[in-house]
């Protein structure tokens, strides 16, 4: 008896062994993905409406609605698409729709508004909600976008208090914009439970759905349980073929956690195929770091700045920028002047982190940590600026405080790219 329950123990163990090595992304489901897609008809439905409200635009008068279906359907192929240039029409349609009533109907205001959170112009964003204040505006949308205003601009507080006003535990809005609070101030698990009511608050409306769903594989993978991420990611492959998001979650995945390089950039490069944003070629930095190619590295980082330094992204990318400028494309003083450039259009403990880091590396280290010592210093910050302020620590020989930071960032080790991962892991280690 002791020897049967001895070999079933063992047999167990390798088992598990087992389960714990197997990849987490299916390599035919990933390949059938890939070989099936076929326009989805979310991209042919909305080209139908572009046309139709199009067409019914009167052009030699004001037309306040006619104008405002085409310019929110132009936002939705932009987020089909991700061409910006749908959203910069979107938004002469509506200034124009503000000279056309002398600035007296809220709408223009209001929806210019959500374009520039999109955009990352956040005080702008904060001025045109304003505008739409005075003239009127719905108590809850009020309440939900300065709530989003506030929170993109460091006022954590006062998002706070909009938050409470919405407060619905059946409500869609309030438990995505609280889980998005919960993992700001760290609650991991507090964040998935409201992402997960939010796709229950969804009911039948797809859309909003699958963007609780993979917003919850976003969290999941934040919280480094990767087959929980790749469930939802591919629950919404499987309502919405065209949702890239989603695929370029899977081969995320399939990058970091199966170390599968050849399968990720396969997915990467499909979906840069498929969509105008740059989000794909920043992927692929990804893959050619886990393969140790510098030489693709560079190719795919030159690829990603000539993209998103058209002065039509604005600020949307100021982030990636100052990592591959204090990376693989050397350029410290142009990180410095992103970095500071994105402290005038929001004043926050991670835009501070990305300055101090961007000073770090420009040899200004005195300076650096000035700027850590009245802003970053103790606020919550995200792996990949755990990481940078740790790199601070070590160049002033704190090595309590870096190990710190490190620890803390290790638990965010499948949201940070195959070399930043490796050099924690060997700073971890010293």
Not at 88 to 95: G, M, N, Y
Not at 173 to 184: A, I, L, N, P, V
Not at 358 to 387: F, H, M, Q, W
Request: net charge neutral.
């Amino acid at each position: 008896m002791k020897h049967a329950i001895a070999i079933l123990l063992i047999f167990f163990f390798f088992q598990s062994c087992k389960n714990q090595t197997a990849p987490v992304v299916s390599v035919a489901f990933a390949d059938s993905l890939l070989n099936n897609y076929s326009v989805p008809k979310s991209v042919t439905t909305n080209e139908a409406d572009l046309q139709f409200w199009k067409t019914r635009i009167s052009p030699n008068s004001a037309d306040y609605t006619n104008t405002s279906r085409y310019a929110a359907a132009l936002i939705s192929r932009f987020h089909l698409s991700g061409n910006i240039k749908d959203v910069k029409l979107s938004d002469s349609l509506l200034e124009k729709l503000v000279n056309d009533y002398n600035g007296k109907e809220a709408g223009p205001y209001f929806s210019l508004a959500r374009h520039s959170i999109l955009q990352h112009r956040f005080k702008e964003a904060d001025s045109l909600l304003s505008m739409a204040k005075k003239i009127g505006v719905k108590k809850y949308d009020s309440d939900a976008t300065s709530c989003d205003v506030n929170f993109e601009l460091g006022r954590v507080a006062l998002a706070k208090r909009d938050l409470k006003n919405i407060q619905a535990d059946n409500d869609f809005g309030y438990q995505f914009r609280e889980s998005k609070m919960k993992h700001y101030d760290g609650e991991l698990s507090l964040s998935i439970a409201a992402m997960q009511k939010a796709e229950q608050n969804a009911g039948q409306n797809e859309q909003l759905k699958l963007a609780a769903l993979s917003n919850l594989g976003d969290l999941y993978t934040h919280a480094g349980d990767m087959k929980k991420a790749y469930d939802c990611y591919v629950e919404c492959v499987n309502t919405n073929p065209a949702d890239l998001h989603s695929i370029m979650g899977i081969g995320w995945i399939a990058l970091v956690k199966d170390k599968n390089d050849s399968l990720s950039e396969k997915i990467f490069q499909f979906v840069s195929t498929k969509t105008k944003s740059p989000d794909p070629l920043f992927k692929l930095i990804a893959v050619a770091e886990q393969r140790g190619d510098s030489t693709l590295q560079l190719k795919y980082a030159k690829a990603f700045e000539e993209k998103v330094t058209d002065s039509l992204y604005g600020n949307m990318y100021n982030k990636y920028l100052v990592l591959v400028y204090t990376g693989i494309l050397n350029d410290a003083p142009k990180a410095e002047a992103i970095a500071k450039n994105e402290l005038d259009n929001r004043s926050t403990p991670q835009t501070y982190a990305w300055y101090v880091w961007s000073l770090l590396c420009n040899n200004k280290k005195e300076e650096a940590y000035k700027v850590y010592e009245k802003y970053v210093s103790g606020k919550p910050l995200e792996g990949l600026e755990l990481y940078w302020m740790g790199k601070l620590m070590v160049s002033l020989n704190k090595g309590y405080n870096a190990k710190e930071f490190f620890k803390e960032a290790e638990k965010n080790s499948y949201d940070l790219s195959p070399a930043v991962n490796e050099d924690l892991q060997k700073l971890s280690q010293e």
